[in-house]
């Protein structure tokens, strides 16, 4: 189970970090990643990382402003956002998944419930 968490009203230019924490004693073990969905808008690909932390991946809309980073020891992912636009504003969706990293919805086995960053003009 995950457990997203951390968004809010931000205004542009600002910055946030989500969490998400999963339940199990596996976590470790997963790939995780973050996804966000705009309103009437499929669910995107935002950022991904490895298990062991050392391997990430971004889609070019955020590369540069978003920090994917994990702590196996507290079975925990986050997104550092800064320079935050109105075009960001979504639900964000944490979501696991064994095997290599993927940018495809359909791979992941596990998400969160998400949580809503809304960014201001």
């Known amino acids: 189970q995950l457990q997203a968490s951390g968004g809010g009203l931000v205004q542009a230019g600002g910055s946030l970090t989500i969490s998400c924490v999963a339940s199990?004693?596996?976590?470790?073990?997963?790939?995780m990643a973050w996804f966000r969905q705009a309103p009437g808008k499929e669910r995107e690909f935002v950022a991904a990382?490895?298990?062991?932390?050392?391997?990430?991946n971004y889609a070019d809309s955020v590369k540069g402003r978003f920090t994917i980073s994990r702590d196996n020891a507290k079975n925990s992912v986050y997104l550092r956002m800064i320079s935050l636009k109105p075009e960001d504003t979504a639900v964000y969706y944490c979501a696991a998944r064994r095997g290599s990293w993927s940018s495809s919805v359909r791979h992941y086995d596990y998400w969160g419930q998400g949580t809503l960053v809304t960014v201001s003009s």
């Open positions: 199990g004693r596996t976590f470790s073990t997963y790939n």
């Open positions: 990382i490895s298990w062991s932390g050392s391997s990430t």
